[in-house]
């Protein structure tokens, strides 16, 4: 008959007893436990919101289908080669706020002046009958229309004026407010907004809420996103963070490899559809860039909600925006935030482009935008031929200045687009 001894004392009859576990799981435990909790609080969240009707499931919970995609896109972008841009100051120095500052100041007004040039040509050129770009000159008169409004009444903030710009309205914080009250948000883990002046304190509210807030640098000129959140940010610095310069003092940059599963995103506009949620944005084109480059990547889908916050002198009559003279890159909204109101779009306008549409990228734009590069050069190795480009255009003397921070200034950029390596068309440069 065999005998059981005690695993400690060896004291015969004894039941063995259990061993504990080793020193550097005392750690990780607990810590794994929050993050189930989490997780598994988010999760209910979000089934709740789901089964009222009120957001659509995350690419996890959308099927099997949407979930194959999103693993076969990225195990295809692991098996190609990255080049990620260093952010300024990652080299190991300081990073120079300051300097940053001057220099992206300094490039904005040259991409001001760029877009101040390319809207008067363009509205010349209709002016003389000539049929122009696709965008055509309807997109500047609205911006026009919407822009002197706001100097007029003095319905702005700095930075004035607010010609060529997304506009600092007076009443933002008011808006990002109503925003960050959306059941949407609450839901969100990940939420991308664009990195303009008057969504500042949406930026502010991603990172006060714990949520990983990912943001393009201005005009892509230093690379593509960078994200951030608050656990790595002195909470002294969150202000700061939602600025440009603290975007890349603090940010991490993603890079096409990194996986990320965005659930909500946030763009501005100049002026807006409220019923057809067709938006006009400053005429760079970089919300549909942005969109079209993060559904290539997987990270979004047709379901993933996008929303704008605007004054409501910036919501047009229903039709003043015309569905019908869009153009396929072009990204329409699912709500609509104001200081004094939500707007759920009854009746989107719009199909939101699938991807990045190569077709109608014009080399000159293309040579702008380094991650735009990037990209094209990976699919074309991925599929073993070349994608198509669109027609050349001539750009204003200004757009051919020397880039900085390697990525250029990109000012029209090609929005939107296809998809996969097919690219499917691609979107060009007046935009949004």
Known sequence: ??????????????????????????????????????????????????????????????????????????????????????????????????????????????????????????????????????????????????????????????????????????????????????PEFAAAAVVKVNPDTPQKAVRHAVLRSGKTLLTPQPRLRTGFFSTLHADAIPPDALMEACTSAGVVKYGKPLGLDDRVTVDMIVVGSVAVDPETGCRLGKGEGFAELEYGILRWMGAIDDSTPVVTAVRDEQLLPGGAIPAARMMPWDVCVDIVCTPTQVIRVPRPGLQKPPGILWDKLSPQKLSQIKILQDLKRRIEVEQGSPLPTGPDEVLPPLASRGRRGGGGRGRGRGRGGSGRGGGRGNGRGSGG
Not at 18 to 31: D, E, R
Not at 120 to 129: L, N, Q, R, W
């Open 1 to 182: 008959m065999r005998v059981l001894k005690c695993c400690f004392c060896r004291r015969p009859g004894a039941a063995p007893a259990a061993k504990p576990p080793p020193p550097f799981l005392l750690g990780v435990l607990p810590l794994l436990s929050r993050h189930l909790e989490r997780f598994s609080s988010a999760r209910n969240r979000e089934s709740k919101f789901v089964m009222q009707g009120i957001v659509q499931p995350s690419i996890p919970a959308r099927g099997p289908a949407a979930a194959a995609a999103a693993v076969r896109r990225r195990r295809r972008l692991r098996m190609l080669p990255c080049a990620a841009s260093a952010a300024p100051g990652s080299s190991g120095g300081a990073f120079d706020a300051a300097a940053y500052d001057r220099q992206r100041l300094a490039a904005d007004a040259a991409a001001m002046a760029v877009m101040r040039e390319r809207s008067e040509a363009e509205s010349s050129a209709e002016d003389a009958g000539s049929p122009g770009p696709p965008a055509g000159a309807w997109k500047w008169a609205i911006r026009k229309q919407i822009w002197d409004l706001l100097e007029e009444r003095d319905l702005a903030d700095f930075p004035r004026p607010v010609h060529h710009r997304i506009p600092n309205f007076k009443g933002a914080v008011e808006a990002a407010a109503q925003l960050a009250a959306l």
